[in-house]
Every structure is written in C-alpha cells, then in structure tokens.
Nanobody, 125 residues
Framework: VQLQASGGGLVQVGGSLRLSCAAS????????MGWFRQAPGKEREFVAA????????SYSDSVKGRFTISRDNAKNTVYLQMNSLKPEDTAVYYC???????????????????WGQGTLVTVSS
C-alpha cells in the first residue's frame, strides 16, 4: 500500500480543513486506516482510526467532537474533516494503514505498517 496525503495548509483558529489520503494497492479496502500527527519537538500522536467498513471510528480525546474520519473504498481514499481548529492542532499530519486483513483499530504508531509522507496543518491565532 502506498499512501499520499494532501489538504494541509494555513487556517485561522476556528476554521476547517479536510485532509485526504489516497491509497494505491488492492489491500486498501481491507486495511484499518489511521491519522496521526507530529508537532515540532513532540512525538507522533494518534488522531483517529477507522475500520475497513467505515464503522466504529476511534478518536483521541483531544479531537473528539471536532474531527471526523471517513473513507471511500471505491476511491481508495480516507479523509479527515477537521473543524473548530485550535493552535494546538498545528502539526504534520500523517495517514497510515495497518496490514492487510488486520481488523483491529489501534492508536499506536507501531501498529501501522504503511505511512504517507505527511501534510502540514498550521492553525494561526
């Protein structure tokens, strides 16, 4: 699986952005997908994850109620809709995929086998 993230940019506090992650490879449809982020000087942290069917997404407490993860298996794409953005949301955002056939969601970066290149989100106050 190869992943290409896009949609980052500069946005003001309270604004919205939608990130996209386009995947190549037949195994996408069976892969758990996740979004992570990494701010300067900090460790990579979990943002959200979604099962292959799109049901039962998981979110970190810091984004719950503001961010929504979704996927379109027909387009091999996973999305992260980010609303009510805060300065602390500023980071490089990465999409990631677990191995084919693994159905369990995870918030650990070590559980994900494939990673996109990252897209920068900057929230200005």
């Amino acid at each position: 699986v190869q992943l290409q993230a896009s949609g980052g940019g500069l946005v003001q506090v309270g604004g919205s952005l939608r990130l996209s992650c386009a995947a190549s490879g037949r195994t996408f449809i069976s892969s758990v997908m996740g979004w992570f982020r990494q701010a300067p000087g900090k460790e990579r942290e979990f943002v959200a994850a979604i099962s292959w069917s799109g049901g039962r997404p998981s979110y970190s407490d810091s984004v719950k109620g503001r961010f929504t993860i979704s996927r379109d298996n027909a387009k091999n794409t996973v999305y992260l809709q980010m609303n009510s953005l805060k300065p602390e949301d500023t980071a490089v955002y990465y999409c990631a995929a677990r191995g084919s056939g693994i159905r369990v969601l995870s918030n650990s970066p070590r559980a994900y086998h494939y990673w996109g290149q990252g897209t920068l989100v900057t929230v200005s106050s």
